[in-house]
């Protein structure tokens, strides 16, 4: 069964940095671009970045710059670096692999950014 398991979400003040994590299992993980996505109450589901599986990387324009998308292979894992955290980065944020016909998500992980 293919899993996506996020961590490392929590409370940070503005400026501050947090390290996501995305446990992955069920497939081979190597295969496949990988993504987060994000969730603010009352906002659509955004695309955060991306990471192929040659380790090209895409950024939404509202973290460019500030996050950054790796991946361990090995480890079956993709991190989610952020970095100079704005209120605004606030909400829940959810790993992704995505093929023709079929998304699969973790549960999330909250991230919060408030003084």
């Known amino acids: 069964q293919v899993q996506l398991v996020e961590s490392g979400g929590g409370l940070v003040q503005p400026g501050g940095s947090l390290r996501l994590s995305c446990a992955a299992s069920?497939?081979?993980?190597?295969?496949?671009?990988m993504n987060w996505y994000r969730q603010a109450p009352g906002k659509e589901r955004e695309l955060v970045a991306t990471?192929?599986?040659?380790?090209?990387?895409n950024y939404a324009d509202s973290v460019k710059g500030r996050f950054t998308i790796s991946r361990d292979n090995a480890k079956y894992t993709v991190y989610l670096q952020m970095n100079s955290l704005k209120p605004e980065d606030t909400a829940v944020y959810y790993c992704?692999?995505?093929?023709?016909?079929?998304?699969?998500w973790g549960q999330g992980t909250q991230v919060t950014v408030s003084s």
């Open positions: 992704n692999r995505r093929t023709y016909g079929r998304d699969y």
């Open positions: 069920g497939f081979t993980f190597s295969e496949y671009a």
């Open positions: 990471i192929g599986t040659a380790g090209g990387k």
